[in-house]
């Protein structure tokens, strides 16, 4: 589905960002990007939807290559973005007529766009808000909504660069719910998150730091073998009650489970 292949990346060549990065992300996989400030997480989000081109190796989304100029609108049209801050992704004035506007930007045709759009808006919740102004609503809303009018353009993927990050914890849980429920769907997701709580969640885990993958693999196994302090990173809440009282490896399951309920009931 999304390949990095000796994937080198700079700005300033003095400065690199990334060197020879390798991975795969399958079709359906929820894949967490953790690490710290400046290490290239944004970068890598840009190579995925050719905004940006490596200096060297090859970038594979969904059988087009980034660096051909042709395969750049195909591209875009199967990766969705949702970033940090919703209000940068508002346009328009009501909160129908922002998910149809990127429905017109990809030509869909207008007997299908109020469908697809209002279809998207359930799906976050936000359909009895039709005609609010975005601007006037919370964060979390702000967030559903900029969700839906990616949702409505039926990417197959979708990154979240810090997408929770500006929330409070009640936004936080609904977009992390949405996030599972379209992964739960087929949905390709890709997280980019500072919020450890978030990826005990995730398939698998990608950390990135001086250029490199320096883990990619199960969240359980990164919390046990990783010392995420050397990374600018936490452990999870979860983990850090658990082995304050001593408890560690017997309540892998628990933690999972009890974050998994937390969210449910949200
Ligand atoms: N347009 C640019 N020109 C020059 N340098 C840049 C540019 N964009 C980012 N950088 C630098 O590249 C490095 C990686 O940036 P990037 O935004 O990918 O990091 P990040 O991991 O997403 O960081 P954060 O956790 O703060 O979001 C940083 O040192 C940043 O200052
Ligand atoms: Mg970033």
Redesign the pocket.
Known sequence: MLSFDHVYFY??KEKP?LEDISFTIQQGEFVSIV??????????AKLIDGLLIPKKGNIQVVNHDTKKPNDLMKIRQKVGFVFQNPEDQFITTSVLDEVIFGLENIRVPREEMYDRALSALKIVDMNNYLDSMPHELSGGQKQRVAVAAIIAMKPEIIIFD?ATSMLDPKGRTQILAIMHKLHNEGMTIIH?T?HMDEVLQADRLLL?AKGKICFDGEPETFFNTVQVEDYQLQQPFAIRLHQLSGQTVALKADWKGAIRAQWSTN
């Open positions: 700005y300033k960002i690490g710290p400030n400046g290490c290239g997480k944004s970068t890598i810090e980019i500072h990135i």
